[in-house]
């Protein structure tokens, strides 16, 4: 059994903000699932239902993010899991929009949901899927960017990363961490890779176009 949980804030106020992406990664997988969010308890509004024949409790915390850790503290002494059998899925602004990062364990990073959690379970060492929002930009307050929406030419980005973070819990269900972090992780690295290529390509053409138009100047003076 897993406990996948989703960090962000409730009230309509913080409905789709970067700092809840989590909770929009839970509803994605709610409806990708069929797993209805029906249940309030463990200060959680939850879900229980089957992935892949594995089953899982879907949950989104109501404690607000900084109080993030009472909630996932009390659905693993509920349902008795191991923390290695929870995945909690966060905003990271160190990462692009869109860009996935699985682990299996690691540090808070400044991120007080996660500070909550390690808080309250006592370890680093869970499961967790950090989904990038882009960093913020150098006239903005963190606190005021990480609660601003997305621009709209980032919408389609982000609903690629719901599915894809969607997907990724599938994997970490049915093939395990180790799969899921080569895949995942690997992902975005090779298409910025692709990107970079093109983008070498494109300069390396502007250049030779330059030295050719260069040239021809060169000689046009000559002749004259």
């Known amino acids: 059994m897993y406990i996948i949980i989703g960090l962000g804030n409730p009230t309509e106020k913080y409905q789709a903000t970067r700092h809840n992406i989590g909770w929009d990664a839970i509803t994605r997988i709610s409806d990708d699932y069929g797993i209805p969010l029906n249940q309030k308890r463990h200060k959680a509004l939850c879900g229980s239902g089957y992935i892949e024949g594995q089953k899982v ?35 990271d602004i160190s990462l692009d929009v869109g860009q996935l990062r699985v682990r299996k364990k690691g540090s808070a990073g400044g991120h007080n949901g996660i500070k909550s959690i390690i808080s309250h379970l006592g370890t680093e060492e869970f499961p ?97």
């Not at 949950?59 to 002494?77: F, I, K």
């Not at 395990?176 to 995942?184: H, I, L, R, S, V």
């Open 57 to 91: 409790v879907l949950a989104q915390p109501l404690t607000y993010m900084n109080l993030s850790g009472e909630s996932v503290r009390a659905l693993v002494d509920f349902y008795k899991v191991s923390t290695e059998d929870i995945i909690v899925i966060y905003d």
């Open 128 to 224: 967790r899927i950090k989904v990038g929002v882009g960093n913020k930009p150098k006239d903005w307050d963190l606190a005021d960017y990480v609660l601003s929406r997305f621009k709209n030419e980032e919408e389609a980005t982000i609903r690629e990363a719901l599915k894809d973070t969607s997907d990724a819990c599938r994997m970490i269900l049915t093939d395990g961490m180790e799969a899921t972090m080569n895949k995942y992780n690997k992902k975005k690295d090779t298409d910025e890779e692709g990107k970079n290529k093109k983008l070498k390509k494109k300069e390396a053409k502007a250049k030779i176009k330059d030295n050719k138009e260069s040239n021809e100047t060169d000689s046009h003076q000559e002749e004259a």
